[in-house]
């Protein structure tokens, strides 16, 4: 006799399979307008809409306005690219001088890692990333998002969003 909890689990399951075949064919589609085909062996992946969205922030209450820089380790921050289906590693770095509030750790790790199963060009996850935190902290100072993804096809890819610039 089965339990309600294996049920459940198989339809988020089939659910979460449903999202992916939906993203992944909208993702071939859009690329196919270009004249783009996906190379190797190609596999699902999840939208953007997917990852974490919370992002834990903490009061901070002081007058001195320092720079906080977080940088992820090399392998470490990852999504996958949507015209090979394989991963982009790069290394994901955020500094920003605190307003109200700063960034709780725990939750920010699990938010980089969200990113992991999700099919996204490097341009558009960082651009992503920047909204989230600059959401998530409320008035900083500025932010500065910067994305440095491993060589691909000989081709190095930086990726920086600074609001002092916007």
């Known amino acids: 006799m089965e339990t309600k909890t294996p049920n459940k689990l198989k339809e988020q399951l089939e659910a979460t399979y449903k999202q992916a075949l939906e993203h992944t064919t909208k993702?071939?589609?859009?690329m196919a307008e270009f004249g783009i085909k996906p190379d190797g062996k190609f596999g699902l992946f999840m939208p953007p809409?997917?990852?974490?969205?919370?992002?834990?922030?903490?009061p901070y209450p002081h007058t001195a306005k320092q720079v906080v820089v977080y940088e992820t380790e090399t392998g470490e921050f990852?999504?996958?690219?949507?015209?090979?289906?394989l991963p982009d590693f790069g290394v994901l770095r955020i500094e920003y001088v605190p307003g109200s509030n700063i960034l709780e750790l725990k939750s920010l790790k699990?938010?980089?890692?969200?990113?992991?199963?999700?099919?996204?060009?490097q341009e558009d996850v960082t651009a992503y990333i920047y909204e989230d935190l600059k959401a998530a902290l409320g008035d900083p100072q500025y932010l500065l998002v910067t994305t440095v993804y491993n060589v691909?096809?000989?081709i190095n890819t930086t990726c920086a969003i600074d609001s002092r610039k916007q």
């Open 49 to 58: 809409d997917t990852r974490q969205k919370e992002i834990h922030r903490l």
């Open 27 to 30: 993702a071939l589609d859009y």
């Open 152 to 154: 691909r096809g000989g």
């Open 110 to 121: 699990y938010y980089i890692l969200s990113w992991r199963n999700i099919g996204i060009a």
């Open 78 to 85: 990852s999504a996958l690219c949507p015209f090979s289906g």
